[in-house]
C-alpha cells in the first residue's frame, strides 16, 4: 500500500491508494477531520470530530454506504486479506453485493474503536444519537464530493443510521436496505444490553474494563445467534474442569468474549451501546424508497418490529427470511441476500425525494 496526498482533504492526513495489480479494484481511505464544530442530537457537541472512512470498488461506478453493527468498521471488504473486513462473505468482486458493480463506502462510527472520534480509556463522552452518525456521514459526502448515494445498506446498528440519514437527508440517496434493524430498540433488546452495560461499568469501577468486556461479549453472543443454532452446536457433553463443569457453549462465548476485550475499547463499548437503545426515528417521514430484510429467529429485532417498520414506511417492502444464524444472519447468508441486492445495481427510476419540514 502507499499514501498519496489527497489534496481536497484540509486535514492533511493523506489518503491511500492501492499499488496494486490492475486486478485488484482502487480503494482510497483516509481519515477527515471536520472544519466545524459538530452538535449533538441529544446535547453536547463534538469540536471538529475525525471520521475514518474507506472507499472501495469499480470506480467510477455509483457508491453504496454499507453500514454494520457497532463491532464494524470502515473496512467492509479487502480483496487482498479477506478476514479484514467485517462483511467478507457478503461483500467483493463476485460475492452477492458485487464491488465490481459499485463502490462502497464504508466509515468508522464516531465513539467507536476506530480512527474516528471516540472516548479515550478512562474518559467521558457525549451520548450518540444514531442521527449524530447520520450528520457525520453527510459531511464526509460533501467532502468526498458525492453529491448523492446509490443506497445506504445497514445492518443491526448500521440499519438505524440508514433510518436516521433517510428521515433527515433523503435528497442524499436513491435507495434504503435496512436488515434486522427496526425504528426504535425493542424493551427486551434494551434489557440484555443494560446488563451488559452494567457488567462493564462495574467492572471499569474496579480497574479490571476487559474483564467486564469478555464477560457482556459473552451474553451478547448469546443473543446473536438462535436457539436452534446452539442446539446443533453446542449438545456435547461438559467436562470436569478444576473442581467445576465447563459447558461447550460455555467455552464458545468465552472464547468470543476474549477476542472483542483484546480489540474494543470498554468505553467505545458503552457509547455505542448506549447509541443502540436511544435510537428513535419516525417511520412515517422516510420517504426513500426502502427494502426491509427480516429474519424471522432475530432474537435482537423481533418479526413483528420489523412488519410495523415496513407498514409505517411510505413506500417499503418487505422480506423475511429464516436463518439459524438470527441476527447476525446478515453476515452470514449471502445466498438469501444476493438476490436483493440486484437493486443496487439498476439506475434510478424516480426523482429523490424531498427533504422533510423540520
Known sequence: MSSVPNPSDPSGIPAVRNAAPRAVLPVQQGVWQLPQRLALHHGGSLEQPRIGWRLAGAHPAPVIVALGGISAHRCVFDAEQPSAGWWHE??????????????????????????????????????????????????????????????????????????????????????????SAADRAHPMSTAWRSVQRHMVRFALSAGRG????????????????????????????????????????????????????????????????????????????????TTIVAVREDQLVPLADMRALAANLPRARLHELSSPHGHDAFLKEAGALQPLFETLYAAPVSEPPASPEP
Open 90 to 179: 457478503v461483500v467483493g468482486a463476485g460475492r452477492a453485493l458485487d464491488s465490481t458493480r459499485l463502490q462502497v463506502l464504508g466509515i468508522d462510527y464516531l465513539g467507536g474503536s476506530g480512527a474516528s472520534s471516540a472516548p479515550a480509556s478512562g474518559g467521558v463522552f457525549p451520548s450518540l444519537s444514531t442521527f449524530d452518525q447520520a450528520q457525520a456521514l453527510r459531511a464526509l459526502l460533501d467532502h468526498l464530493r458525492i453529491e448523492r448515494v446509490r443506497a445506504i445498506v445497514g445492518a443491526s446498528y448500521g440499519g438505524m443510521v440508514g433510518l436516521a440519514f433517510a428521515e433527515r437527508y433523503p435528497e442524499r440517496l436513491e435507495q434504503l436496505l435496512v436488515i
Open 210 to 289: 476487559a474483564e467486564g468486556m469478555q464477560l457482556a461479549r459473552a451474553l451478547a453472543m448469546a443473543t446473536y445467534r438462535s436457539p436452534q443454532e446452539f442446539a446443533a452446536r453446542f449438545g456435547q457433553a461438559p467436562r470436569p474442569l478444576d473442581g467445576h463443569w465447563v459447558f461447550p457453549v460455555e467455552e464458545y462465548l468465552f472464547a468470543r468474549g476474549r477476542a472483542y476485550a483484546a480489540r474494543y475499547l470498554p468505553e467505545s463499548f458503552l457509547c455505542l451501546s448506549e447509541s443502540i437503545d436511544l435510537h428513535a426515528v419516525d417511520a412515517a417521514r422516510i420517504a426513500v424508497p
